[in-house]
């Protein structure tokens, strides 16, 4: 089958599409033939050796497809490979899709989407009536979370990179839209919540704006750090969470969220139910070939991607 693989870290170049030999499935795995692929800045991270992986190495952490062996509608987020034909996958990590949730959906969403429901319903569960402010707005988690959390009764203060993205983020859920590139964004937030700050900050951009996003947190504020978009967080000293206001700190990653195979299908349960609402739209903006996922990478890096962004086998 064909896949893409990379035999040392670096930019997008570094991706190669490859004729794989799959082994047949071990004890415990299941065949999934693909037949859409999402695409995740994850996937930069381990591509460019940020997040360590041995060498060679598959890329890509979800997927919808068929089950070989039973022909049923599945897909999963977790074992790295997704970037293939086909992949053998732990049964405990599959979902089950809904007949209402199409595989593009699935593939572009589930990730992206079950991220944003640890976040807002368990890493700090968002209540009607808050004011939070959710960086990267106009990306993948970002749309989906922004719109589930106008949906949970929540008023959204959303950044954007550039001025092009700002009524893409609008249209998705944020009540109010910041350019941080050009936007005193720290001050807005403040003025935005009558200078109190908000009760937390989602942010996974982090080098560029951790500074910021601890000025913008109230009171026992909670900064929730779930990604390193512009760079690794600077090492900072504890004392600095008890200067700006006995603010918490979180540093969390899904698969702590969904261990078990239960807390995996609820998890995405919850995700497809909101969708099937029609409160949370899912938007697929770039599909790429399975051998463009190099183009997919520069595309992502470009920041100028919006939404979802799949590959197709």
Wanted: glycine share 10%; hydrophobic share 40%; proline share 5%.
């Amino acid at each position: 089958m064909k896949a893409i693989r990379f035999h040392e870290t670096g930019g997008p170049e570094v991706l190669k599409l490859e004729d794989v030999a799959l082994p047949p499935p071990a004890p415990g795995q299941v065949r999934v033939r693909h037949t859409a692929i999402g695409v995740n800045f994850i996937d930069t991270y381990h591509r460019s050796g940020l997040y360590k992986l041995p060498l060679p190495s598959g890329l890509g952490t979800e997927a919808a497809g068929i089950d070989t062996a039973s022909g049923a509608r599945v897909a999963y987020a977790g074992p790295i490979g997704a970037y293939a034909q086909e992949a053998n996958v732990p049964a405990d990590k599959l979902v089950r899709l809904p007949d209402s949730i199409s595989d593009e959906i699935a593939a572009a969403a589930l990730l992206k989407g079950m991220t944003a429901q640890y976040l807002l319903m368990r890493t700090y569960a968002v209540n009607p009536g808050e004011t939070i402010l959710f960086h990267a707005a106009a990306g993948g988690v970002g749309l989906i979370a922004c719109q589930w959390a106008k949906h949970l009764g929540a008023t959204v203060i959303g950044t954007v990179g550039s001025d092009d993205k700002v009524e893409l983020a609008r249209a998705n859920g944020c009540d109010h839209v910041l350019n941080t590139r050009k936007d005193d964004w720290v001050a807005r937030v403040r003025e935005i919540t009558g200078g109190e700050g908000v009760p937390v900050v989602y942010d996974s951009i982090g080098k560029d704006t951790w500074g910021g996003s601890l000025d913008c947190l109230a009171v026992r504020g909670m900064m929730v750090s779930f990604g390193n978009a512009s760079g690794a967080v600077p090492a900072f000293e504890p004392g600095t969470l008890s200067a700006k206001g006995s603010l918490y700190l979180t540093r969390p990653t899904l698969f702590h969220y969904t261990r078990t195979p239960e807390e995996l299908q609820q998890t995405a349960d919850d995700l497809f139910a909101v969708i099937a609402s029609g409160a949370v739209k899912i938007a697929v903006h770039q599909r790429f070939k399975l051998e463009e996922a190099r183009a997919a990478h520069e595309a992502l890096h470009s920041r100028k991607t919006t939404g979802a962004t799949i590959l197709m086998p």
